[in-house]
């Protein structure tokens, strides 16, 4: 099937789950959650995405609610077919806690043949003062972490660039 120019270069997404609460129990209460994204790929080396929660998501701490809305962009520093080195960068918001501020987001990865690495990192632009031992310190609201490792079953990354 031949793609359009703009088919190429632009991806749409929207997803919704409904059913029982998750993993944690927030008491016995059906949920709906749902979210929206958009891609534009100007070059197969260049990407920038935003998304948004649709819904407002429960937390394990009571009373607390997260909908984020984000933007980013992905850079494949090298992309070969069976090497890939992508860095990220991007900005998130939860737009449910007025007080919470922007988050900055930093990312790469190394895509070897069918295995994937993927490092992440966060940190809020907000700080909270913290005083311990005579000292004070700010500390931002809010720090986050994650490493992923994976294998692609199957002959390509289906949600790749060709």
């Known amino acids: 099937m031949r793609k359009t120019l703009l088919a190429s270069l632009l991806s749409l ?3 919704g789950q409904a059913g029982a609460t998750p993993w944690h129990d927030l008491g016995p209460r059906a949920m709906a959650m749902g979210g929206a994204g958009v891609a ?3 070059f197969k080396f260049w990407h920038l995405t935003a998304d948004l929660d649709m819904t407002e998501n429960l937390t394990l701490i009571d ?3 997260t909908r984020y809305a984000g933007v980013g962009t992905e850079i494949n520093v090298v992309n070969r077919p069976r090497f890939n080195l992508p860095l990220r960068a991007g900005l998130k918001k939860n737009l ?5 501020g922007v988050a900055f987001t930093a990312g790469a990865g190394l895509n070897f043949f069918h295995f994937t690495l993927d490092i992440a990192g966060q940190v809020s632009a907000k700080r909270t003062q913290l005083q311990s031992e ?5 500390v931002p609201n809010n720090v986050a972490a994650s490493i992923r490792l994976g294998f692609l079953f199957g002959q390509k990354d289906e949600g790749g660039r060709e």
């Open 134 to 138: 005579g000292k004070n310190e700010k």
């Open 13 to 15: 997404a929207l997803v």
């Open 63 to 65: 009373g607390y609610k």
């Open 96 to 100: 449910s806690d007025t007080n919470s």
């Open 40 to 42: 534009l790929s100007p």
